[in-house]
């Protein structure tokens, strides 16, 4: 379907024609610019630095067409079951549905339970911030311990390095979520159980990792506080759909705050996943502000045409510089010290989104599907891999991510610099602005040690504010961009079983030791193992 | 020369007849594990799942002796000029250099200088501790700020977290790298100036963003504490070459900690850049043991024979993988929350390292080079992007890394998980047994969403403890598995021209920021502008 199609074809001819000079094109072209972004009044896109010009624009929206990307989008957004693997609805976008449209699924519209939710979550939070809520010895909370993994984690904990200015005054949000007993050691030695309140989230109430945590967190709370029912009820929320389980955990089943079937793990940020965590940590009305920003990229998601729809085209360009520029990672740089973990979020919804080899037929894809996705903030990348990203052999897409605005000014330090005039910020941006001009022009210079060969392609992101609309702007836009892929490679890019045979073996393994701890001579501990795992298990527990 | 061996045509022949099938391998050979692994008595290095086989390994071997492999490991550590286009030596190992071996340069032994510092910054830290030395106000130091990036910055940092239980008690270490004010502002919130001592680290105490992290902090403790010029010696220390400028900073020179050329940035966190820190931060004791462990591997890699040399074999294996299999990308998977910022150092030792496109003669290679390298901690990673590695279109080789002891015991708490008797560590290492075949053999289903194609390869390193032995035999690790790729590609490994370009360009923007606080309508600011950059710029300096 996807190689099959004309647009396919004529991509690939484009691609052979194609002689990159992106110095040429600009110089050429002084239009460029303005006809290769999308300018609106939250970000400005701007994609002239890559490798296409209008006739490999105008395919990729043909590809568009071929594909049906505008009905597979409004079919996601109406609640058609198009995560067909497991027979569910992708409803992300109804978490965020600020105007209410009625979304329907199994003949029922789901924005009256996602209203009480949201409500429940801001009554709850409102109650602790007012100190109606307290712990058991009566203190205030001052400390959120969010225990998940996943996307029970990487999404909350990005969105709340990026709020970090608008939390409430005094209070800490900590995530653990390494069944590493060190994450749960460190992150809570020097505070206090008795201010603390733990949200175990897990939509199952049974990932390993994070009911090994929720039991450690627990007994951490009985020995510092003690081991009541009641003040375990006071200390423990959950966020999950797992009613008896939560209940046979000790948390009272009015503190747990649910979600549904439809809502992925990666794609749950905005579910009571983030909602419970973030509504504690900086207010509801914060939190709101990312449904804000989320919601306004659906909108334009779902209603600008293809040719000015942003997450289209960075979608459709991924598929060009992975499917025809042979392009399969990609570096996301954050020219933002407070969205360091953007990336590592990108990282899971892009991977284990299009981490695929089979399409929505049940048929091995003979193409190149997701791409590897990685990135640290700018400017601290620029001292690390950036050698790589200007003179490497492989050529990587950047995507560079700015903001008018910083969080802090530092203004009047200013003044102090060698240089004299410009802030911590300006600095950052003269950074921002220079690196896409060094991939995209390089220079050429006869010393091949410090020849900069160029035509290596970037998108640059522009947005005004770091605050909690912007990261729920970006949050979506990861989001919409990967379901594009997937819309156009037709996969399925809401299903995970990749994950599910090294959980098999987790368990087998688990199976093993608890008999070695019974028994060490036992022979069933090795029995079946391969050689190199017999002896690294043997090492592991022997020694 | 790496292309034109006979090694390299045997293993391109030998890659076309190859039939990766790991598990028909490992029932054939029982001994597979035995023979494809090297058990030391500090760590086991498994490669028996690399899609090798013993034809493989041999012509891999040659390939070593064809490229000189010895005589430039040799060369390295005795101090020759190896980094020819800086015309330097490449001596991180005279830094751990513990049997002080001497170690020539221009004709004179670099040793009793290297021994020199260490001595000063044992007695410094020492003062520290003692509270001999301590801030203006007479408080003692609780905190360390440690100003740098990059390579000032990585290795550090990945030690300090790695090292993080043996911090004397009380003692904090913190990392300011990025020019964005926020990371200095997070920070430095909640904590007090007149008991930090400041850190600059910067070879030539000019780097743009420290030295601008560095003027903010002095007008943070300015602000705080006072603006004498006693309250700034006490105050501030700095690691650099650059005497002039760090008296001309207001530092007192006596405390400022040398190292010389011979110690790229990437490399020195066995230098003073780590040394000065780390010891205030552990102890000279512990960082003593980081260089032992790293002493360990430098021995180990000088003498042993190619056979049985880990980094030898692991960057052999890498090239196995980039330039035979194809596969450019490899993820690193440390099995200890600990170890969580260790991906992101070896991200910077290896791209900046091999991320190049000329070799030593300085023509163009006509192969490909350094891998992208990324990672998270196990098992959070699982939860992330693993399903793109179990079940993606593209492969991608993994290091899996793990340890038999834990941290921290956590054992009271077994009991009470739901499977009840496994510790938390028990759980992590569970995953750590189980990934590595989950992708090695994977496991057929007819039902292709939930296939496993297997023959995904992987290297398993386990360790015995998480202490600052072992931080510092992986520190090592990288640093030669990474030399060993640049020696048998025959690139310079040690430079790193690649982010001259972006610097030239930061400069000239930050020039024309400057005439546009002057005058905004100077029409010199954006003249000479790209379409796209003109917008951006004007985006950012007039909206």
Redesign the interface.
């Known amino acids: 379907m996807f190689t099959g199609s004309s647009s396919y074809k004529k991509l690939l001819s484009l691609k052979k024609k194609l002689k990159p000079s992106l110095k040429k094109w600009?110089d050429d072209d002084?239009?460029?610019?303005?006809s290769l972004?999308v300018a609106t009044d939250r970000m400005?896109y701007?994609f002239?630095?890559q490798l296409i010009n209008d006739g490999v624009l105008n395919a990729l929206m043909e590809l568009a067409e071929d594909s049906k990307l505008k009905d597979k989008i409004k079919s996601m957004f109406s609640g058609k079951k198009i995560n067909v693997?497991e027979n569910r609805a992708v409803l992300h976008t109804a978490l965020r549905n600020l105007s209410d449209r009625p979304v329907i699924v199994d003949g029922k519209d789901v924005m009256p339970d996602v209203n009480a939710v949201l409500a429940k979550i801001k009554k709850f939070s409102d109650e602790v911030s007012s100190g109606v809520r307290r712990g058991a010895t009566g203190k205030e909370f001052k400390n959120i311990l969010a225990i998940g993994?996943?996307?029970s984690?990487?999404g909350p904990e990005y969105l709340a390095e990026a709020c970090?200015p608008y939390a409430k005054p005094g209070m800490n949000l900590i995530f653990v979520?390494?069944?590493?007993?060190?994450?749960?050691?460190?992150k809570t030695r020097g505070i206090y159980a008795d201010e603390t309140l733990v949200i175990v989230i897990s939509k199952t109430f049974?990932t390993?990792?994070t009911?090994?945590n929720a039991?450690?967190a627990?007994?951490w709370v009985i020995k510092n506080v003690g081991s009541s029912p009641e003040v375990i009820r006071k200390h423990f929320i959950a966020v999950s759909t797992a009613k008896e389980k939560v209940e046979a955990f000790g948390i009272d089943p009015d503190n747990m705050f649910g979600f549904w079937d439809w809502v992925g793990?990666?794609f749950s940020a905005t579910s009571a996943v983030g909602a419970a965590p973030l509504s504690l940590y900086i207010g509801f009305d914060n939190f709101h502000k990312i449904l804000e920003g989320a919601n306004w990229l659906d909108e334009h998601f779902l209603n600008q045409p293809l040719e000015s729809n942003i997450p289209v085209i960075a979608g459709l360009i991924d598929i060009w510089n992975i499917n025809f520029m042979g392009y399969?990672?990609r570096a996301i740089l954050p020219?933002?010290?407070?969205w360091h973990r953007y990336p590592?979020h990108c990282?899971?919804v892009e991977?284990?989104?299009?981490?695929?080899?089979?399409d929505m037929d049940?048929?091995?894809?003979k193409?190149?599907?997701?791409?590897?996705?990685?990135g640290?903030?700018?400017?601290?990348g620029?001292?690390?891999?950036?050698?790589?990203?200007?003179?490497?052999?492989?050529v990587?897409p950047c995507d560079f991510i700015?903001f008018?605005k910083?969080?802090?000014?530092?203004t009047?330090?200013a003044r102090?610099?060698?240089?004299n005039?410009?802030?911590?910020?300006?600095?950052?941006?003269?950074?921002f602005?220079?690196?896409?001009?060094?991939l995209a022009?390089?220079?050429a210079d006869k010393?091949?040690?410090?020849?900069?060969?160029g035509d290596r392609p970037s998108n640059?992101f522009?947005l005004?504010e770091?605050g909690p609309f912007e990261a729920g702007v970006l949050l979506a836009l990861v989001e919409h961009r990967t379901a594009v892929k997937g819309f156009i490679w037709n996969i399925?890019s809401f299903?995970?079983?990749?994950?599910?045979?090294?959980?098999?073996?987790?368990?087998?393994?688990?199976r093993r030791?608890?008999l070695y701890?019974?028994d060490p001579s036992d022979p069933k501990v090795f029995e079946g193992l391969?050689?190199?795992?017999?002896?690294?298990?043997k090492?592991?527990l022997k020694?």
Chains 1, 2 share one sequence.
């Not at 979520?177 to 994450?183: E, F, M, P």
């Not at 049940?362 to 894809?365: Q, R």
């Open positions: 600009f002084k239009e460029r610019a303005a972004s400005i701007d002239s630095r693997t993994i996943g996307g984690y990487l970090k979520a390494n069944v590493d007993g060190t994450d749960f050691v460190r049974t390993a990792e009911m090994k039991e450690t627990k007994q793990g990666r399969n990672t020219y933002s010290q407070a590592a990282q899971q991977m284990e989104s299009n981490g695929k080899s089979v049940g048929k091995p894809v193409f190149d599907t997701g791409e590897v996705v990685f640290e903030p700018g400017t601290n620029q001292h690390s891999f950036y050698q790589l990203l200007h003179q490497g052999t492989q990587i700015g008018k910083p969080q802090y000014a530092l009047d330090n102090l610099t060698t240089d005039s410009l802030s911590h910020h300006e600095e950052l941006m003269t950074n602005f220079a690196q896409p001009d060094a022009f390089g220079k010393y091949l040690p410090k020849n900069f060969p640059v522009l005004n770091q399925n299903d995970q079983f990749g994950v599910e045979l090294g959980k098999v073996l987790g368990v087998d393994m688990r030791i608890a701890k019974k391969n050689s190199s795992t017999a002896v690294l298990l090492k592991f020694d």
